[in-house]
């Protein structure tokens, strides 16, 4: 018998829950918070623009319009098709009307002038990139379908800064007068992150195999490895710069490979250091979970140890594995930001800096490359470990 | 029977953890093409027993020769390559579709591929499984008994003279089951493969086996063909195993009609065919109620006759 159907959950029903509490938070945010703060210099305190004084403004009257629309969409629409599509057309007019208001609200022939996004900017940014991506997630594209999303949206962005819509924004203006140290830490960043994950790996296979077949080295290895991993960043990379600076002074060789107490050389180790734990684990995680009856069968046919260690053991473990090093990579794309303290390269130095100057427009310049990149990282680490998956469950 | 004769000799064979004697001073030999069922309550050292024929488990004591060499003269993996094994479970790699699990041992043997297709097919058209259809499928797309079969011909991939089998049909259900061992017998008598399975169930080892070793706590208490074993068990413990009751139906289940008939006779009104066991044709012959029957060939013509008073003489204590 069906249960009686009442009037209240009929009305639940007809009302999307995520979508309630998404709206509610950016309605919260457009009245509450300014879209746009304009500053009369980079560190001057400044004058706060809702969404609503800016109507006048032909984007932000559109903006206005398509979130009201996008609203009615998360609330009511049952298409995961259409949702996507309204809020993928607010997101970019987002950022176009972000664009065009702070061109249009600069003081003109000001070049101190800095015009910063506010909190209904990023709320709102938050809100229709977590619809979007609800929308994705509903819509169960395959992992290649996802890693193109993450392309498609990547390369709407890279129009936006391209094209020059965004260049009267504060972040850009700080990008503008360091665009060749930009690149340089750019490069910097991705070489120190994915540079210790690969040297971590290249370490941690091996030590994680070996602590799978030697069960007595196990509980010691990954003891000691959990062990560096409680030590905050800052100490460790503190604590590595006594003896590499010792190791400088004394062995002319470490001297001539660029190994000092500062730089990149602790910084690499210790990336490589926190790295460890998560590979070493899952590697014995996953190799555990390998049914030991396909060992027994694969030894039994006469395959050697090393046969059945890379074409039983490792193929069927390695999606365990690949999470361990996605784990990884995230972290470590997030840990290269600190590693700037201690004169290493990335996108830290700009968070630095910025802290030091007061000037948040500085520090946005190095958070959000960093934060996109470990998003695109990890979107794309998914999608491959998911494609594995997908193949031999 | 002489030594050409035998494919496995087991002689003396002991292994021990620490103090406690998994397998004990045991001795048999297995004769070419036959099919020796090892069977045992679990822990009486069965599958050890025959894990060390593959050297997957180092002997402590003893000698074991396959096919007239001795397992030690030769590489562990060499000697696992030139037998078959196949376990409980299956052991499917589920990353590997089923034409690459068929051509595991072909592959180590560094097979040329033409060679090794031409084989995979043959096998799986041999177990009733259409080639084009189950080459490119995963395990996990097979049913218990396609994965029990891919097993099975996985094992027989390099046409191994030895096939050992641990539980082999342990996971299947009673109907599958019984068609899985019937396949075993009609493949094993094409190939002419020298078998060891190991088993619990006592009906698996009467039907399948030629010989039949009766392991318990490590010993080897009786090894001898399944109708000495039903009539002269050599060990309380063996008669418990093979179970008294319905011991008479059991023996006769191991001959089949044409071993048991009288001459022809005519006007008989109802026949049977001359493969079915002597078991079979007594329930046959109870349900219908008839006191007489026919006992025919294949093409139906009349080759003997089988009375009820000639059955239960059959089934008598021999």
């Known amino acids: 018998m069906e249960p009686p159907v009442t009037q209240d959950e009929r009305a639940t029903r007809a009302v999307d829950r995520l979508g309630i509490v998404l709206c509610a938070a950016g309605a919260a945010a457009v009245a509450l918070t300014p879209f746009v703060i304009v500053k009369a210099n980079r560190i001057a305190a400044g004058k706060p623009m809702p969404l609503a004084a800016l109507a006048g403004q032909p984007a932000a009257l559109a903006l206005i319009v398509m979130l009201v629309v996008t609203g009615l969409a998360a609330l009511f ?22 664009g065009l208001v702070s061109a249009a609200v600069t003081p003109p022939g000001s070049t101190a002038a800095r015009v910063t996004p506010g909190g209904a900017f990023w709320v709102l940014l ?103 991993q409680t030590i905050p960043s800052l100490a460790l990379f503190g604590l590595l710069m006594l003896p590499l600076s010792y190791l400088a002074a004394h062995v002319p060789l470490a001297a001539s490979l660029g190994i000092r107490g500062i730089g990149t050389a602790p910084a690499l180790i210790a990336l490589v250091l926190y790295s460890l734990l998560p590979i070493v684990a899952n590697t014995v995680v996953g190799l555990q ?41 995230v972290q470590a794309i997030g840990l290269v930001t600190v590693a700037a303290l201690i004169g290493g390269s990335g996108f830290g130095i700009f968070i630095f800096q910025g802290l030091g100057q007061t000037a948040m427009d500085l520090v946005l310049l190095g958070a959000v490359p960093t934060v996109l990149l470990a998003f695109s990282s990890a979107v794309v680490l998914d999608a491959v470990i998911d494609s594995i998956r997908g193949s031999s469950p | 029977m002489s030594a050409s004769d035998t494919m496995i000799e087991i002689a003396g064979v002991t292994k021990r953890y620490g103090e406690t004697a ?32 593959n050297r997957l488990v180092p002997m402590t004591g003893g000698k074991i020769s396959v096919g007239g060499r001795d397992i030690m003269s030769l590489p562990a993996t060499e000697l696992r390559r030139g037998i078959g094994y196949a376990i409980q479970g299956h052991g499917l790699f589920p990353h590997r579709t089923v034409a690459a699990n068929i051509a595991t041992v072909p592959q180590l043997l560094g097979w040329d591929r033409t060679r090794i297709e031409r084989r995979v097919d043959e096998l799986l058209a041999l177990f009733n499984l259409d080639p084009a259809a189950f080459r490119g499928k995963y395990p996990h797309e097979l049913s218990g008994g396609q994965q029990q079969r891919v097993g099975v011909a996985r094992a027989l991939a390099a046409g191994p003279e030895v096939l050992l089998m641990d539980e082999p049909f342990g996971a299947l ?66 008669q418990q195993l093979t179970g008294t009751a319905g011991r008479a139906l059991k023996l006769m289940s191991l001959s089949p009609l044409k071993e048991g008939m009288e001459p022809p006779r005519p006007d008989l009104a109802y026949g049977l065919a001359q493969n079915v066991s002597l078991r079979d044709a007594l329930s046959e012959m109870i349900w219908r109620g008839i006191e007489e029957a026919a006992v025919e060939d294949g093409d139906k013509a009349q080759i003997g006759s089988i009375s009820m008073r000639r059955l239960l003489q059959l089934g008598r204590r021999p």
Not at chain 1, 77 to 98: E, H, N
Not at chain 1, 146 to 168: E, K, Q
Not at chain 2, 208 to 224: N, T
């Open chain 1, 77 to 98: 629409s049952r298409s995961a098709r259409a949702r996507l599509v309204v809020a993928t057309l607010t997101l970019g007019l987002l950022i176009l009307a972000i």
């Open chain 1, 126 to 228: 938050a809100v229709l990139g977590l619809l979007a991506s609800d929308a994705l997630v509903k819509l169960r594209l395959t992992p290649w379908m996802r890693v193109a999303a993450l392309a498609f949206y990547g390369a709407l962005l890279a129009v936006f800064l391209l094209s020059g819509t965004l260049d009267s924004l504060s972040i850009m203006k700080e990008f503008a007068t360091r665009a060749d140290q930009f690149r340089n830490e750019a490069v910097g960043h991705l070489l120190l992150a994915f540079g210790s994950v690969a040297i971590a790996i290249l370490l941690a296979l091996p030590l994680g195999i070996l602590c799978f077949w030697v069960p007595k080295l196990r509980a010691a290895v990954l003891q000691t490895l959990s062990l560096i």
């Open chain 1, 289 to 329: 979970g390998v049914d030991p009856t396909l060992r027994d069968a694969a030894t039994g046919m006469g395959l050697t140890r090393r046969q059945v260690l890379t074409r039983i053991d490792l193929p069927l473990a390695f999606p365990v594995i690949l999470t361990g090093i996605r784990v990884v990579l």
């Open chain 2, 22 to 53: 998994v397998v004990d001073d045991v001795s048999l030999s297995v004769p070419r093409g036959a099919i020796a069922v090892i069977v045992g309550t679990s822990g009486s050292g069965k599958s050890t027993l025959v894990r060390m024929i």
């Open chain 2, 173 to 238: 259900d009673p109907v599958i089951r019984g068609k899985a061992q019937d396949d075993l017998i009609a493949i094993q008598k094409q190939f002419g493969t020298t078998v060891i399975l190991v088993t619990h169930d006592m009906d698996e080892a009467f039907h399948l086996g030629d010989r039949i070793a009766v392991m318990s706590e490590g010993r080897l208490l009786q090894y001898a063909t399944p109708e000495k074993i039903l009539a002269e068990p050599a060990d309380p413990f063996v």
